[in-house]
Every structure is written in C-alpha cells, then in structure tokens.
C-alpha cells in the first residue's frame, strides 16, 4: 500500500516594517512549495510602527497561513550576544514545533538559522541574487518608512491607507474652498470628494432640518470613505462632517455629537473669510456681521475636534502657497 506523501512544512520571519510587494511576493512563493506555512512577525516596543499593526496587517494579507508573533526583546544579531543562536532556536521551535521542512529567507542570514533548525534553506527573491536596483527585490522597509509615495506601486492596500493623509478645506462661505481643491488636485493628481451639501441644496430647495444635515454629514463622509479605496497618498475632500457640525450649529443653534465623532481628516486647511463673498444660489449669509460670526463657528468646531489645522489666507497663487506649504509640511 502506497503511503501518503509527508505534508510540507515551511518557516519565514521578518519584521514586514512595513509589509511591501517584496515581502509578499517571497511568501505568496514560499506558499506555493509547501503544504503549510507559518510566518512570525517579529518586533521590538520601540519599532516605528507597532508590531501589533504589523501582526494585524500580515494576518490580513495572508489568509492562508500561520501568521504567529513575537514581540519579547531579544538579541537581533549574532554580534549582540554569545546566546544569539540558542535564542532564536527556541524563538523558532515554540512559533514550530513540528519539524521545518524548508526555511525560506530573501537574505543570507537564512542559511544559518536554516542549519540552526534542522531545515533546508529555501532562498527567495532577487535580493540574494544582488539584484538590488529591480523594484521588487530592492525594496526596504526603511525606504518605504522614509517615502511611501514614492513606494506606493509596491504597497498592499493596508499599508496604503496607514500612509494615505487625507486634507479636508474647512471654512465658512465663499473662502474658496472648492477652487483651492481644484488647484490643488490639477499640482499632485489627487482625487478630490467634492462637496454633497451643495448637490443636497440644489436639488431639494428650502429650509435645511436637522434630518437634512446629518444626512449631508453622513453621505460626505460616505464618499469620502468610497473615494479613498482609490486613492493615492493624498485625497482631498472639500469638507467633511466637521464643516456640517458648524452648519448645524449656526442654523440651527446645536452641534450634534454625531457629526462630530465622524472620522477625521489627517489635516485641516482652514480657509479665512478674507475673499469677496459670492452669491452663487446656494449660499446663506452675505450679511457681514452672519459671516463673521460663522466663520468664529467654523474655527471653534476645529478646536473642539482637537484636530490639526493651519490658517489659510491671502489671493490667488498666495492661497495656494500657504496650502501648499501646509501640505508639505505634514511630511517634515
């Protein structure tokens, strides 16, 4: 009688800080030569990005395998420590312990742990083969860290929208929001939610209740939150719910706590009402002393949101240089 084949079994570690196309691309093949697959993120409490993040992401992307963690501290480098070797032995057998048919690494350090574990060494990818300047190979997760948009071909979409800075233009009446967003989309090719208070208004004319603007708020931020599955490290939104909180509470005198828990922007620009108003059919108060106390509304509702904002002021291309400037700054 034909005996059944053994199951084979494999093992891969990393930090994945954070998981790329590199990294996906050697273990959607390390999957394909084994049965099972187990993979352990490593991490240290001080790592830039939380190993928990990390854990949940891997787990995510990668369905089909043991996805384990290890977060004790732990010598990283046979240099660091004479127990360096015994260390990491134990690390692997408690993650496995069933025997490891194929240890697979992308580096060279593989070799050893593979040999350390009774494993044969499975090596990867380019990057054992010095192809250092391809795409793939040559992907780190510290050049990823440095620039993501750079990177962001390479990304799988959790680590995108870890990296994805969403700017919301918040202002009162007629401080150009929905043309700074214009100018700002046509400099960095980033889509752009337009603003659905308005089509609202347009298409249901009279008196606004307070029915009407949390559905303003929740379809704003619905299109936000559909927009940004297709977006690249930048989405721009013309408002949010933040901008319908102030809404409600200067035409109705109250600000619902719902629009205010709504998801935030990574960044407001708040637009000074120091351009001409314009009576462009859908907009309420051209009476100065109206505006002036909506645009005091429309800061507090920042405040009070405790998110980050920056002034935004000035005509023309000064408008769009402090925006600009904002922008860049996020990244400094």
Request: with cysteine; proline share 8%.
């Amino acid at each position: 009688m034909t005996k059944p084949n053994p199951k084979r079994r494999g093992f891969l570690l990393g930090k994945f800080m954070p998981p790329h196309a590199g990294h996906l691309a050697l273990i959607r093949a390390a999957r394909a030569l084994v049965d099972e697959l187990t993979v352990l993120v490593c991490w240290l409490p001080d790592d830039p990005i939380a190993g928990a993040l990390r854990l949940a992401w891997m787990q995510a992307l990668l369905p089909d395998c043991r996805v384990l963690e290890h977060g004790d501290v732990v010598p990283q480098a046979p240099e660091d420590s004479a127990t360096f070797w015994p260390v990491w032995r134990g690390i692997v057998a408690a993650a496995h312990p069933d025997p490891v048919d194929y240890l697979f690494a992308g580096e060279d350090y593989g070799a050893e742990l593979a040999r350390q574990v009774g494993a044969l060494f499975v090596p990867l990818g380019g990057r054992v083969l010095g192809m250092t300047d391809d795409p793939l190979a040559g992907l780190s997760g510290s050049a990823v860290r440095a620039d993501p948009a750079a990177h962001w071909a390479y990304l799988p979409a959790p680590v995108q929208a870890h990296y994805r800075r969403t700017i919301c233009l918040h202002g009162a009446e007629s401080t150009g929001k929905t043309t700074l967003a214009r100018l700002l989309a046509a400099e960095t090719g980033a889509i752009t939610v337009g603003e659905y208070g308005r089509s609202h208004c347009e298409a249901h004319t009279g008196p606004l209740s307070l029915d009407d603007l949390l559905l303003i708020g929740r379809a704003q931020q619905a299109m936000i939150a559909a927009a940004s599955a297709w977006a690249g490290p930048l989405l721009l939104a013309d408002t949010d719910a933040l901008m319908t909180a102030a809404w409600t509470e200067m035409l109705l005198g109250e600000r619902p706590a719902e629009l205010m828990d709504a998801p935030k922007a990574s960044l407001y620009l708040l637009l000074e009402p120091d351009l001409p108003w314009v009576d462009d059919g859908t907009r309420f108060f051209a009476d100065p002393a109206d505006r002036h106390r909506f645009a005091m509304i429309v800061e507090q509702v920042l405040v009070d949101a405790a998110v980050p904002f920056v002034r935004i002021a000035g005509q023309g291309n000064e408008r769009l240089a402090a925006a600009r400037a904002a922008i860049g700054a996020m990244n400094d």
